[in-house]
């Protein structure tokens, strides 16, 4: 009665393993067969089993076991599968056509590899893989609970280093060896270390984290794709605020992003309760389990150690910080080799993260304009940009903060007649307006365009003759005898939040608390 209620909800990773376990029973691989890894650990934990990892305790075992196993269910296709790694001792394979207890396994893939152990050239990271017994494979592996063994014929699980079962069932991240050795064949490891200890919320050592910090350095000799990917595993656990102080701490973030470091001990402004460092982490801490947040939550406050300026009263300010930080982000995701889409996407939230701010604690400030405007601007990105602006609300200093902000922003944007994502579909364009008033390409034209722009985040249901009746009215004014208006326009300004020259036309299309847009109207009413 059992197996039947196990049957009925067995996984298929699960039937995969019992199917493999009854063929192996009367083979020559019958006790030298393994689940290695992850999957023992898992099942320890009470976990469903995801990936399937075979140890075979045999010279070239994960390649013979790999094209036996094929060919004996009749899945074997040379070349094809098993998929055959010869230089480290692996093969893939899948159980295509194979159902077993009603389930379809073809969809599984299955790595097996002979027991080995790895010898690293130093700041090399191509090892020479030789074949090992199983208690040198457990003692070469990462961590104490990935070092266990399930027998797939018996399903005794085996602990070689008599540490690993008690370490997971009383939470402990330890290496099987000397963490200092175990680290100096795969720096990497280190990054995993961290990683399980804020994914399971475990310990660590004292003398794990004295390694981590001896061996920071190795870390340059990774490649920045693994490195990213240890990066975004820690920041969508449940705990990425610890993950990114111990980063700091242990001295590896100096080698992932350094300039996370420098926010450390940089005060705020009455609106904050903790310096920089400590708010970024609270902002990542609240912000929903979306890559692209938690990376804009990461990079939001970065450039604020830059930025940092005080006025003659000793208020603190961090001008054109959201720029900056933009900046960042685009140079510190290129170095650890983000997609461009992904950099473009963080950069952008960024960059406008303070946008809604002047809107309120319910943002009844801002009006059906300014929410327009922003989406179209935002465009596709607008979800996850949500997601780090109310994040960073309810992480201030309680006066400051806007709980409820976000959420009903939200609504009315959702409710809006004609919200967008991208530019605005105009009624009328360049053509058009070249046609009407006979005039030739230029800057008056870009001018133009964006009156009707203007026009119509005001009312998107603009049509084409009122379109054309804000082109003309803005001609008229543009195109003056004296032209005193068109040059004002064309004349810069200083940005006092990033201290460069920006032109006057585009200062005054910044909302209207901008110190840009301030400076340029104190300009035009001279």
Known sequence: MIRLYNLLFESTEESALDYLGRLIQQSPFAGKVFLAGGAVRDEILGQPVKDIDIVVAMPDGGIQFANWITKKVGAYKDGANPVVYPRFGTAKFNLRGVTHNGIDL????????????????TGSRKPEVVYADLKADAFRRDLTVNSLY??????EIIDLTGRGRADIENGIVRTPLDPSETFADDPLRMLRAIRFAVKYNWKMPMSLIKALKQNASSLTNISSERIQDELNKILMTNNP??????????????????????????????????????????????TPKNLQARLGALFHDIAKPQTKSMDETGKVHFYGHEDAGAEVAIEAMKRLRYPNEMTNTVSTLVKHHMRLKGGGPDGSKLSDKALRKFMAEIGPDLEP???????????????????????RLYDRMKNLKQPVAGPPKLPVNGNDIIKMLGIKPGPILRDLLQAVQDAWYENPD???????GVVKKQYEKLSGSDTSDTDIMNQTVKNPET????????????????????????????
């Open 106 to 121: 073809s969809g599984i893939d299955i790595e097996s590899v002979m027991t080995r152990g790895e010898k690293y050239e």
């Open 150 to 155: 399930k027998d797939l014929v018996t399903g």
């Open 241 to 286: 605020d610890k993950g990114l102080k111990l980063l700091s701490y242990t001295g590896l973030m100096k080698h992932i992003i350094p300039e996370l470091d420098a926010t450390r001990g940089v005060t705020q402004n009455a609106h904050h309760k903790d310096d920089v460092f400590n708010h970024i982490l609270e902002v990542v801490k609240n």
């Open 385 to 407: 940009a949500l997601m780090l602006m109310h994040a960073d609300n309810i992480s201030h200093a309680a006066a400051s903060s806007m709980p409820n902000q976000i959420e």
């Open 462 to 468: 603009i049509d084409a003759a009122t379109a054309m």
């Open 499 to 526: 201290g460069n020259d920006i032109l006057i036309r585009t200062a005054l299309q910044y909302d209207d608390r901008h110190p840009a847009k301030q400076a340029a109207l104190k300009r035009i009413k001279k």
